[in-house]
């Protein structure tokens, strides 16, 4: 497994809350713990969380990626898709960014 996309639904929409997220699942897991977390700073990741006015999008390419995707430029593509998607922060190896909700468009 190099890549996965994923959802979470406690940030609801907030970018801050979903970069935190990110963050704890690549955080390096405590093997003795008897309930592991963290652990996939290894693997590259799209990470999902819709709230009522946004649908927050985060990017994390770990170091031994980025020569084959540019975290910036995966971001982009995916907001690109529908109207009024931003990038808000990016950086080599985690980018942000939103998709904002059109209930009469269809958009989530």
């Known amino acids: ?5 994923t959802s979470v ?6 970018i801050s809350l979903l970069v935190e ?3 704890a699942m690549n955080a390096k897991s405590d093997p003795s713990e008897e309930e592991r977390k963290g ?9 999902f969380s819709a709230g009522v006015d946004q ?5 994390y390419v770990p170091e031994e990626k980025q020569a084959d ?3 910036e430029e995966w971001l982009q593509k995916v907001v690109s898709l529908h109207p009024g998607g931003t990038v808000s922060s990016t950086a080599k190896d ?3 960014g939103c998709i904002p ?3 009469d468009k269809g958009v989530f």
């Open 1 to 5: 497994l190099q890549f996965f996309c």
């Open 9 to 14: 639904d406690e940030p609801e929409g907030d």
């Open 21 to 23: 997220s990110v963050k």
């Open 39 to 47: 652990g996939s700073g290894h693997i590259g990741k799209m990470v």
């Open 55 to 59: 649908l927050a999008i985060v990017a």
């Open 69 to 71: 995707l540019v975290c």
């Open 94 to 96: 985690l980018c942000a």
């Open 101 to 103: 909700t059109n209930a």
